[in-house]
């Protein structure tokens, strides 16, 4: 007897993450459906086109997704679908509240008006713990949410919203709250990948000797995308519905460090400056979290080395600058 394939939809799957949780399905043999927007840019999953599904779908458009859970009835969901920049988020806060937000309640609607019963992950944010006292590191779930940005308080609410479906509605709704992650495909504009592109740029003669940055002493926990999107699907195989798991290495890396590792995969010398614009109206000094709770809930843990991780971004610039 033929196995039939779990159908599973990712939103925000021509994202960061997104497309790197399609690659990883795909390998596992899963049916996958992606919701994408006519504009959106899909340079990240063109690789993945003929294998994957993509539907036309706005999260904000409650009737696009209604059609599209009557033809995907999907098993497994993956909301990765987000305003994710955290800068942006000052630049434009409604639109972020909007989209985290509205969004994420216009999708627990849809499931809940076409009746079906899937296993629901969201992503979540270490960004909602926002100010972490120095006697609370490493940050536990149980920590109070002191979000610092519209992002991180549009992540809160999106948290909660997913509390609230699973005790209202008994919606099998997983919240994780990843960390910081990084990796080959992430964009541009954050701190890491930005590094890794001016490096590139310099190397290949079309910029200028000198990296701008923003706060070099601020610490964070980085976790590989390739981690992470592994972390998401044991989330769903084996997370609890209604709890809210931590997902991070359990490292802070002090961002003016990750410059000096990327530049030392480099031969070019360069002037380092401050860069006004890349400075946030309120940043978080530290953010580490403890992933205990998840490690022995799903036996999940890191495998791809920082260093490794860094050289792969740096490598993913250099064939594109």
């Known amino acids: 007897m033929t196995k039939i394939k779990k159908r599973i939809l990712i939103t925000g799957i021509t ?26 840019n899909r340079d990240n999953i063109l690789h993945l086109n003929k294998k994957l599904k993509l539907i036309e779908a706005d999260l904000l458009d409650p009737h696009s997704l209604d059609a599209l859970m009557l033809e995907v009835r999907p ?25 985290n937000v509205v969004g994420t309640a216009n999708l627990f609607e849809s499931v809940r008006r076409v009746q079906i019963d899937p296993i629901i992950q969201i992503a ?25 940005s519209p992002y991180g308080v549009s992540k809160v609410a999106m948290d909660h919203l997913g509390y609230q479906y699973f005790k209202s509605y008994g919606m099998k709704i997983i919240r994780t709250r ?3 992650h990084t990796g080959p495909r992430r964009g541009e504009v954050f701190v890491n ?10 190397e290949k003669g079309k910029k200028e000797p000198v990296i701008r940055v923003g706060n070099l002493e601020a610490k964070r926990d980085f976790t590989d995308v390739r981690d992470m999107v592994r972390a998401y699907y044991l989330a769903i195989l ?35 400056k401050k860069d006004p614009a890349r400075m946030r109206p309120s940043d978080i000094p530290i953010l ?8 022995k809930k799903t036996g999940w843990k890191p495998e791809i ?3 490794k991780t860094l050289r792969d971004l740096l490598d993913y610039w250099r064939k594109r600058v």
């Not at 580490?288 to 490690?295: A, H, M, P, R, T």
């Open 178 to 180: 990843g960390f910081n």
């Open 124 to 148: 979540c944010s270490s960004e909602e713990y926002g100010l972490v006292k120095e006697d609370e590191v490493p940050v536990k779930e149980t920590n109070p949410l002191r979000p610092l």
């Open 305 to 307: 080395p920082f260093k």
């Open 75 to 99: 098993e497994y969901i993956f909301h990765l679908a987000a305003q994710s920049f955290v800068p942006a988020s000052w630049t434009s806060p409604a639109v972020t509240l909007e989209t």
């Open 193 to 202: 990948s930005t590094f890794a592109k001016q490096i590139a740029e310099i």
């Open 15 to 40: 994202g960061f993450a997104g497309s790197h949780m399609a690659e990883f399905l795909l390998k596992k043999k899963f049916e996958v459906y992606g919701t994408c927007r006519w504009r959106a």
């Open 238 to 272: 084996k997370g609890e519905p209604g709890e809210v798991y931590n997902i991070c290495s359990g490292k802070a890396w002090r961002i003016g460090d990750c410059l000096e590792m990327l530049l030392k995969m480099s031969k070019i010398r360069v002037k380092v």
């Open 288 to 295: 580490l979290g403890d992933n205990s709770k998840f490690v």
